[in-house]
């Protein structure tokens, strides 16, 4: 006996106001009243982000007639009891421009389903059929559809009815809608597609060929080449390109991505320049999320509750190794040579040693408490926190480096051994699952190291570690307030140090605990006005850092809201935080060896 599907539909219903119509009918409702749920938050974006804020109006109907329906909670609503199907249609403002909710305009539209599709509680197994129509109007005869939903009677790309296995299935996989542009390639024994929706001069032929490098190295990674095989039937990535902007969301069989339209490769240039680099890394890591996350995942998220907080401490491996992999699956892959991954990986090294919260917080703390501080940072985070995902990527690349040196395993074995005792499996991974995993490959080598830099604050020995590998570990001051690191000083750097980051307008965006700033009074949001009774602007202040010496007192006027204040500062020399790193060019064989199956895998 077929199971009763729920029912869907979404319309683009006004795209000018930015608004879906999106019905669910429920052919056999609870005869005490049907309830409707939508999720609080979705996975991939650990905050609880009430997605119930963008509901306008809400409504039910049954046999062509109204049904009295209320909400009882702030995401849950109850309709009156019916003997028939009941339909509840929400009209719903998507105006969201990122990749975590729902999108429309004109020009396109978008949604992921936690934020539209309301789930009829205790049906949340039932398959689902969705109508996914197009907006009425000549601007919209060229839009198509590109999602991982399998269709059932919609034409290929095109408007019409899909299906999901249940509500789980439904809400992972985002629809775009638009008139995108399209590559094609193939990996794994899949077909990949890549829809890019806005304004581009892009060369898609180079997209697809450098994207197809990257996917099939990840899956011969988990799969064992030579008969490696992706774990969907197929895979899409939907870009949008804007004039500013990043981000990405994994997903079951595809990802939503946010970039810059110049990160898109040109037509005509065989080079990858950095913003190029930039959205390499950033689909190689929502790609390395189909393994991990989505179905390697912590049995804190086996199942979701979409309604509350899903606590681990382990996310610092979920995004954090998959930081680790997306650079790496670059030079892996043959993208990029092993000196511009070095550099790569000197400025996420730089960002870690540029956070003092690194000493307050463990990675695995601040994997627990992701949904109250990482999605929500201040302008004390710094000095509070650290993130699990620069600072997860550099244990893990520690990890890595402990388990190569020992010569028992690599951190490769143990995304192997991860995939197909928990990925293929469907079994959460314990909270303690790997550390023990590690401990169980990588023996005596493995046994403190969780407990020094995952459990606790230590930082790993990057320099003692990468010198084994026949890389030269190098620190110095910042040279501007750009620096990211990754290279050596382009000239001189400053002798001082103020302590703090301002904007281009001198305002105090964060005051980092101990340094001058914080000791001579000066607070984040306060202005800078004058050094010195000069006026100050970014020059000055660059000039001041650069000429003055450590120890030298400094009056500094501000602004406090609007009240003007002086306070007498006493500088401090330039922290050594920016990184970069080099190859050895007399490395010993051992090391040379060391190196190579490191990069190359």
């Not at 049907?34 to 049954?62: D, K, N, T």
């Not at 978008?110 to 949340?124: H, I, K, M, Q």
């Not at 570990?473 to 990754?486: E, K, N, P, T, V």
């Not at 010993?588 to 190579?596: I, T």
Request: glycine share 10%; aromatic share 10%; net charge negative.
């Amino acid at each position: 006996m077929n199971k009763p599907q729920i029912r869907y539909s979404i319309l683009p219903s006004n795209p000018e106001a930015h608004l879906f119509e999106v019905r669910c009918t429920v052919d056999d409702p609870d005869a005490e009243g049907q309830r409707f749920r939508l999720p609080a938050w979705i996975p991939g974006s650990y905050l609880i982000r009430e997605f119930a804020r963008h509901f306008v109006h809400v409504r039910a109907e049954s046999g062509g007639g109204s049904v009295p329906i209320v909400k009882e909670e702030k995401a849950v609503w109850r309709a009156a009891a019916t003997t028939g199907p009941l339909t509840v249609i929400a009209r719903i403002y998507a105006y969201d421009l990122s990749v975590r909710t729902a999108y429309v305009d004109g020009t396109r539209a978008y949604f992921n389903g936690p934020s539209v599709f309301l789930c009829p509680e205790g049906r949340d197994k039932a398959p689902c059929i969705v109508e996914i129509q197009r907006p009425e109007g000549d601007p919209f005869e060229n839009w198509r559809v590109a999602t991982t939903l399998r269709p059932d009677g919609a034409p290929p790309r095109g408007f019409g009815r899909y299906r999901a296995d249940d509500y789980g299935d439904l809400i992972d996989h985002p629809v775009e809608m638009s008139d995108f542009a399209l590559a094609t390639f193939a990996a794994g024994g899949a077909p990949h597609e890549i829809a890019i929706t806005g304004r581009r001069h892009a060369d898609l032929a180079r997209l697809a060929q450098d994207l197809a490098r990257v996917c099939q190295w990840q899956i011969d990674l988990f799969g064992g080449a030579p008969q490696s095989q992706a774990p969907f039937d197929r895979y899409l990535f939907q870009v949008t390109a804007v004039g500013d902007g990043y981000g990405g969301l994994e997903h079951r069989s595809s990802t939503s991505l946010l970039c810059r339209r110049d990160e898109l490769p040109t037509p005509g240039r065989a080079d990858i320049n950095d913003g190029y680099l930039n959205f390499l890394g950033l689909a190689s890591h929502e790609y390395f999320h189909g393994w991990n996350v989505k179905r390697i995942k912590p049995a804190a998220f086996s199942p979701y509750d979409l309604a509350r907080e899903n606590y681990t401490s382990q996310l610092w491996a979920f995004e954090g190794i998959t930081s680790y992999y997306d650079d790496l699956a670059l030079v892996r892959s043959g993208l990029i040579g092993a000196a511009r991954y070095l550099e790569l990986l000197g400025r996420t090294i730089t960002n870690v040693l540029r956070t003092p919260g690194r000493h307050r917080q463990s990675i695995s703390e601040s994997s627990f408490d992701a949904w109250i501080k990482f999605y929500r940072q201040d302008e004390n985070s710094p000095n509070a926190m650290v993130s699990y995902y620069a600072k997860g990527s550099v244990v893990a690349l520690a990890l890595d480096l402990t388990l190569r040196k020992a010569g028992r395993a690599s951190l490769d074995h143990v995304m192997r051994a991860l995939w197909q005792r928990y990925g293929s499996t469907g079994v959460g991974v314990p909270e303690d699952g790997i550390e023990q995993l590690v401990q169980e490959l990588g023996g005596a080598a493995a046994r403190d190291f969780f407990e020094r830099y995952v459990h606790d604050t230590d930082d790993p020995p990057l320099a003692a570690l990468l010198g084994a590998f026949g890389i030269e570990w190098h620190i110095r001051a910042a040279s501007s307030a750009g620096d990211r690191g990754g290279k050596p000083a382009p000239g001189p750097t400053p002798a001082c140090w103020l302590g703090a980051k301002a904007s281009d307008d001198l305002r105090l965006q964060h005051v980092y605990t101990g340094g001058p700033a914080e000791r001579a009074g000066l607070a984040p949001h306060d202005v800078l006005v004058a050094f010195d009774g000069v006026r100050a602007s970014r020059d000055t202040l660059a000039s001041t850092l650069a000429d003055r010496s450590p120890g030298e007192r400094l009056t500094v006027h501000a602004f406090r809201r609007d009240e003007l204040f002086s306070v007498e500062l006493e500088l401090a020399g330039a922290p050594l935080d920016t990184c970069y790193l080099t190859l050895r060019e007399d490395a010993a064989a051992g090391a040379l060896a060391l190196r190579n199956g490191w990069l190359s895998g």
